[in-house]
């Protein structure tokens, strides 16, 4: 028996190592850029990854996680708040003394008709813009501000988002996530690694493969530190007011 467990506690160990070593291997830069644009995936050895896309009014930064799998395959886990369609601010505003106001501000292509929440259980939808509005308001009474949800009508076939919001939050903004759509096609996209090579799949940038980069300390410091402070940033500024992201889920 004592040999059995030290044959196991031994294999184990050596797993462990191998995996180890396969995330030291595929620390690095690797360069996606193409024609008109510049794009790179950072794979970092404690697991963490930074992705970049830069083109025309386009400027798409992505972390999170990545696993290996054992035919090492490289899957990228996007950090959840960057996965959301809305991104929601809200504050205590002393001078409402009623229910909640919710401001929707105008997305590039989307109406503001294709948004609603659901205040005890009913449907209610957003006004629509007028010509030269660039938000619209909903001011709602709820009776439980823990059952409020937020849906989106071209999200299909998901369900509202609840919104997590102190009682105190009277006061709500909301902004669409433009690089949603983007944000999930990233998360699902795989990866081949060979050696010191990486291959990406054909519907994503062609299927090329891409001789890594060395990382310095330093670049791996900054990548660890944009990521952090980008986690940290939980309020806005406006109108002199700071609104605080409220988390969905």
């Known amino acids: ?16 190592l191998q995996a180890q070593e396969k995330y030291k ?21 404690n697991k963490t990854f930074f992705y970049f896309s830069s083109f025309g009014n386009v400027d798409l930064k992505l972390y999170g996680t990545y696993t290996i799998s054992k035919n090492n ?4 886990n996007v950090s959840k ?29 989307q109406n503001a008709e294709n948004i609603y929440l659901i205040s005890d259980t009913k449907k209610i939808p957003f006004p629509k813009f007028t010509a030269s509005s660039k938000s619209t308001t909903l001011h709602i009474a709820p009776k439980n501000k823990k059952q409020l949800k ?15 919001m102190a009682d105190s939050i009277n006061e709500i903004k909301i902004y669409h996530n ?5 944000t999930k096609q990233v998360a699902t996209t795989q990866f081949k690694l060979n050696n010191d090579k990486l291959t ?11 001789q890594k980069k060395e990382l310095t300390e330093a670049v791996k ?13 939980n309020h806005i500024l406006r109108d002199n007011n700071l609104y605080y992201k409220l988390e969905l889920y």
């Open 200 to 210: 990406t799949s054909s519907n994503f940038n062609n299927g090329k493969t891409i």
């Open 25 to 45: 291997n595929a620390e690095g830069f690797y360069n996606l850029s193409g024609f008109e644009v510049s794009s790179g995936l950072y794979l970092l050895e």
């Open 221 to 233: 410091q900054q990548v660890n530190q944009y990521i952090e402070k980008d986690k940290k940033q």
């Open 73 to 76: 395959t490289v899957s990228l």
């Open 81 to 109: 708040n960057l996965l959301a369609d809305f991104f929601l601010f809200g504050r205590n505003n002393k001078e409402l003394t009623h229910g909640c106001s919710f401001s929707y501000y105008k997305p590039y292509k």
């Open 178 to 182: 433009y690089y949603a759509e983007m």
């Open 150 to 164: 937020i849906g989106y009508k071209l999200a299909q076939n998901k369900p509202e988002a609840s919104i997590h």
């Open 1 to 16: 028996m004592t040999r059995i467990l030290l044959f196991l506690s031994t294999l184990l160990s050596l797993q462990t």
